[in-house]
């Protein structure tokens, strides 16, 4: 009842859950566990919501490089990364713009 009077009229995923979400689907892209021993840290993340997380829903993740450089020691990269959530209607309930300090192969 409590669920059906909130403001999204029923009951949501909440934000771990979600992100728990997000988290199992990056480590099975096959790009991330390719670059995993090279992984130094996440430098940022900017996360953000277009709604919900509803029960039912099929969530899928795209996965796009929107940056990437050298940082200035040259021997480590920095990628920046959308991660969208999208739902079966291609709603996007949680966009995540990632920064991420991996180390490179030399040239």
Excluded: C
């Excluded at 991330?32 to 130094?40: K, N, S």
């Excluded at 840290?41 to 953000?48: F, K, L, M, Q």
């Excluded at 829903?57 to 940082?71: N, P």
């Amino acid at each position: 009842d409590v669920a059906r009077r909130s403001p999204f009229g029923d009951v949501i995923a909440s934000f771990g859950y979600t992100v728990s979400l997000y988290m199992r689907l990056m480590h099975r892209l096959d790009l991330i566990r390719a670059t995993e021993p090279g992984f130094l840290g996440a430098v940022g993340w900017e996360v953000t919501f277009g709604g919900p997380v509803r029960p039912g829903d099929q969530i899928r993740m795209r996965h796009t490089i929107v940056d990437k450089r050298l940082t200035s020691r040259g021997d480590r990269g920095l990628i920046t990364s959308r991660n969208e959530l999208l739902n079966q209607r291609d709603d996007i309930p949680v966009s995540i713009d990632a920064r991420w300090l991996l180390t490179i192969r030399p040239t």
